[in-house]
C-alpha cells in the first residue's frame, strides 16, 4: 500500500476532467492505495510570488497543507486537460510552490480532452516541466479522450477499455513507486 496523491489541473466552470481523476482515485482504492485528490480549485492560491519553502515559518496554512501532502506522498497521478495545446496554468501554479516534496518520486501522467487528441500535446510538456521540479515521470501516459462520454460524475468508466487500460497503467506506475521509494530510504 502506497501513499498516492492523485492532482487535478483544471479550475475552469464545468470541469469534465474531474471525472477522471475521481476514476483514478477510485481505482487507486481498489488496488489498496491511500490516496488523496488535490484539486487547485477547492485551495484558490494566489499567482505564485515566491516558492513555499521561501515563505519560511510565515507560509500560509494552505501551503502548509499541500506541502505535507506532497511530502508524504510515495508518488503522484497528475491529471492535465489540455489548453491551447498546453497544461493549465492553475496546474503549473498549484505545482511550481513547491520542490523539494517531490524529489526523486514517480508521476504518472493522465492527460484528457473533449475531443479525440485526449490531451496529448499538453501531456509531452508535462512530462518536461514535471522532470523540472524533480518528478519522475513513468514511460507510458494514460490518454483520455471524449472525456465527458468516458466517465460519470463519480468516475465509473462509461467506456470499458478504459477498465481494461488502467490495470496495465497502474502496475507500470507501482513498479516506479516500489523501485523510487526503495532507493530513498537507502
Known amino acids: ?3 498516492i496523491v492523485v492532482v487535478y489541473g483544471s479550475v475552469r466552470e464545468k470541469r469534465e476532467g474531474i471525472k477522471a481523476a475521481k476514476f483514478f482515485m477510485n481505482k487507486l482504492k481498489e488496488r489498496g492505495h491511500n490516496s488523496i485528490l ?4 477547492e485551495y484558490k492560491l494566489p499567482f505564485i510570488a515566491k516558492t513555499f519553502k521561501e ?3 510565515k507560509a500560509p496554512e494552505s501551503l502548509k497543507e499541500l506541502s505535507s501532502l ?3 506522498a510515495d508518488g503522484y497521478i497528475v491529471v492535465t486537460a489540455e489548453y491551447n495545446h498546453n497544461i ?3 496546474l503549473t501554479n498549484l505545482m511550481s510552490y513547491f520542490g523539494e516534496e517531490y524529489s526523486r518520486k514517480p508521476a504518472g501522467i493522465v492527460s484528457y480532452s473533449n475531443g479525440p487528441f485526449a490531451g496529448v500535446r499538453a501531456a509531452i510538456q508535462l512530462r518536461e516541466f514535471l522532470s523540472a521540479i524533480g518528478i519522475v515521470s513513468i514511460p507510458n501516459v494514460f490518454p483520455v479522450s471524449k472525456v465527458q462520454s468516458s466517465f460519470d460524475e463519480n468516475g465509473n468508466v462509461l467506456d470499458e477499455n478504459y477498465n ?4 496495465t497503467f497502474l502496475e507500470e506506475f507501482e513498479w516506479y513507486v516500489r523501485a523510487l521509494k526503495r532507493e530513498r530510504e537507502l
Open 38 to 41: 488535490i484539486d487547485p480549485i
Open 55 to 57: 515563505y519560511g515559518t
Open 1 to 3: 500500500m502506497f501513499n
Open 164 to 167: 481494461r487500460r488502467v490495470k
Open 70 to 72: 506532497l511530502k508524504n
Open 88 to 90: 493549465p496554468p492553475a
